[in-house]
């Protein structure tokens, strides 16, 4: 029943690296643009210059996201221009409203039940390596669900489920650039763990959770909005960059 109230202004495809996707030149405002196979052969390409590619890092598809991409090369499900189906009830509505907030805490608290019992014998206890340093530790406060959901999918090192589930909302402007705010505002977080994965995994580990990164930070500021959300935050990130570049000069 649910499914026939689906719909996006923007499509919400997400996926990892080795994916085949495609990318029209003629159509785009931005090289790194990409669409889902489904989004490129339900919208009109003939006589375009596009190629069609495995995507490394993975991606996002842009159909529908008049920042990177012109309406002409919308498909006819995303865009202004697509049919919507009828709203749904408000039953409906109140149901998902009270419900996905208790999954997200329900989430979360196992997340937080996992730092005690889950097995980490592949990687290092980054909390216990924090705790050890000599700078002093830094203080994690959250404003809303969103700001711990990034939180755990830092900490937990980039799993791959996670990234499908934040970077499958960021059709809605202003998910998108919460998101992108709080997540540079902890890139200093991902410096430190990149720099204690290079002491104690291979480069596989270390190129595939840096893929994930890029994967991210390519997604999130595709936009114009979420572009100047980075700027603002531009202290955090060359405050980040710094900190990598000394730690990694005591490797």
Not at 21 to 28: D, E, M, P, S
Not at 194 to 218: C, Q, W
Request: charged share 20%; glycine share 4%; with cysteine.
């Amino acid at each position: 029943m649910m499914k026939q109230y689906d719909f996006s202004l923007k499509c919400n495809a997400v996926w990892s690296s080795d994916a085949i996707a495609y990318r029209c030149n003629t159509c785009a405002y931005n090289p790194c643009m990409s669409l889902c196979a489904e989004c490129f052969q339900n919208s009109n390409h003939q006589g375009h210059d596009f190629n069609r590619f495995f995507s490394q890092a993975g991606g996002a598809c842009d159909c529908g996201n008049a920042d990177v991409l012109r309406e002409s090369g919308f498909c006819a499900r995303h865009g202004p221009n697509a049919k919507r189906p009828p709203a749904p009830s408000d039953n409906i509505v109140s149901l998902a409203e009270f419900m996905i907030p208790k999954l997200f805490v329900r989430l979360f608290l196992y997340f937080r039940g996992w730092l005690f019992f889950e097995e980490t014998s592949r990687h290092v206890d980054f909390s216990l390596d924090w705790r050890s340093r000599s700078a002093p530790p830094v203080k994690y406060s959250f404003d809303c669900l969103l700001d711990e959901l990034v939180f755990w999918m830092i900490r937990l090192i980039f799993p791959q489920s996670i990234i499908n589930l934040c970077l499958s909302m960021l059709s809605h402007a202003d998910y998108r650039d919460w998101f992108a705010c709080r997540f540079f505002s902890l890139y200093a977080c991902v410096a430190e763990i990149m720099v204690d994965l290079a002491k104690s995994e291979g480069n596989a580990t270390i190129y595939a959770v840096s893929s994930r990164v890029i994967h991210i930070s390519v997604q999130v500021l595709l936009s114009f909005d979420s572009f100047f959300c980075g700027l603002r935050l531009h202290g955090h990130v060359i405050s980040a960059h710094l900190m990598e570049r000394g730690a990694l000069s005591r490797l």
